[in-house]
């Protein structure tokens, strides 16, 4: 294994913090929709609270379908688990640590001794995080039934429409385990970029971003039956 291997890692991690970016953006456009019960007051029993309906399911099928990219298995998508078999190789490890000390001694004339070290310690620390909590969804792991009911999820009515959808074994997911697998998958995508390309990414700051003109839309919808909307009749 040399230096131009860790090139097709890299790119896959990058692809997964697109897909994960893109997830956050629909994320926080659906959670007031959601949530949000003064909203669901001025919909209210109205012809917009349908439509309101279609819109709040496709915000929330494109955020599952981004998420669902970064954890599947075809090799021509981001397949994170070849980026954790990666990981797991202590050669790879080994690699990053050169190649980031190399990046740092270019950029500073400050002694570097016994930097390395910690370095490496710090890599290792944050791999084993991303590894155990990957775990987690891999078959027999505590999560893995939340992973495999989203994918039949996406792959009977969301990517797809079977006429007869396959059963699942156990309840589907619910909105709590959906939280929690968007929430793992920020945190694993984070690690990555972190022990990949030396970068801290922020995906509470972009949530954050998106959450304040979320809020600024959905404050303005309302149903026409509603005082404020455009074809509001008064009752007589």
Same mark, same amino acid.
């Given at each position: 294994?040399?230096? =131009?291997?860790?090139?097709?890692?890299? #790119?896959?991690?990058?692809?997964?913090?697109?897909?994960?970016?893109?997830? *956050?953006?629909?994320?926080?456009?659906?959670?007031?929709?959601?949530?949000?019960?003064?909203?669901?007051?001025?919909?209210?029993?109205?012809?917009?609270?349908? &439509?309101?309906?279609? /819109?709040?399911? &496709?915000?929330?099928?494109?955020?599952?379908?981004?998420?669902?990219?970064?954890? #599947?298995? #075809?090799? +021509?998508?981001?397949?994170?688990?070849? /980026?954790?078999? $990666?990981?797991? #190789?202590?050669?790879? /490890?080994?690699?990053?640590?050169?190649? +980031?000390?190399?990046?740092?001694?270019?950029?500073?004339?400050?002694?570097?001794?016994?930097? %390395?070290?910690?370095?490496?310690?710090?890599?290792?620390?944050?791999?084993? %995080?991303?590894?155990?909590?990957?775990?987690?969804? +891999?078959?027999? $792991?505590?999560?893995?039934?939340?992973?495999? =009911?989203?994918?039949?999820?996406? =792959?009977?009515?969301?990517?797809?429409?079977? /006429?007869?959808?396959?059963? *699942?074994?156990?309840?589907?997911?619910?909105?709590?385990?959906? %939280?929690?697998?968007?929430?793992?998958? !920020?945190?694993?995508?984070?690690?990555?970029?972190?022990?990949?390309?030396?970068?801290?990414?922020?995906?509470?700051? !972009?949530? =954050? *971003?998106?959450? +304040?003109? &979320? !809020?600024?839309?959905?404050?303005?919808?309302?149903?026409?039956?509603? %005082?404020?909307?455009?074809?509001?009749?008064?009752?007589?």
């Amino acid at each position: 294994m040399n230096i =131009n291997d860790l090139a097709p890692l890299k #790119d896959r991690v990058r692809a997964a913090q697109e897909e994960l970016d893109l997830a *956050v953006l629909f994320h926080e456009a659906w959670k007031p929709a959601a949530y949000d019960e003064d909203l669901h007051r001025r919909l209210g029993a109205s012809y917009a609270t349908h &439509a309101f309906r279609i /819109v709040r399911s &496709a915000l929330r099928r494109e955020m599952l379908m981004a998420l669902m990219r970064i954890w #599947d298995h #075809d090799s +021509r998508s981001v397949h994170v688990a070849i /980026v954790i078999d $990666g990981i797991r #190789d202590s050669a790879v /490890v080994d690699m990053l640590v050169a190649e +980031r000390m190399t990046g740092l001694a270019r950029q500073s004339n400050m002694s570097l001794f016994g930097f %390395e070290v910690q370095l490496r310690e710090a890599i290792h620390r944050a791999a084993s %995080e991303a590894i155990s909590l990957f775990d987690e969804y +891999r078959p027999g $792991g505590s999560r893995r039934p939340v992973l495999e =009911n989203l994918k039949l999820l996406r =792959n009977e009515r969301l990517a797809h429409r079977q /006429v007869a959808p396959s059963g *699942v074994d156990g309840p589907e997911a619910t909105d709590e385990q959906i %939280e929690a697998f968007y929430q793992d998958t !920020t945190a694993l995508v984070g690690k990555l970029l972190s022990i990949l390309l030396g970068v801290a990414h922020d995906f509470a700051e !972009t949530a =954050n *971003v998106y959450s +304040r003109p &979320a !809020t600024l839309f959905w404050a303005s919808v309302r149903g026409e039956r509603t %005082e404020g909307h455009p074809d509001y009749q008064p009752p007589e």
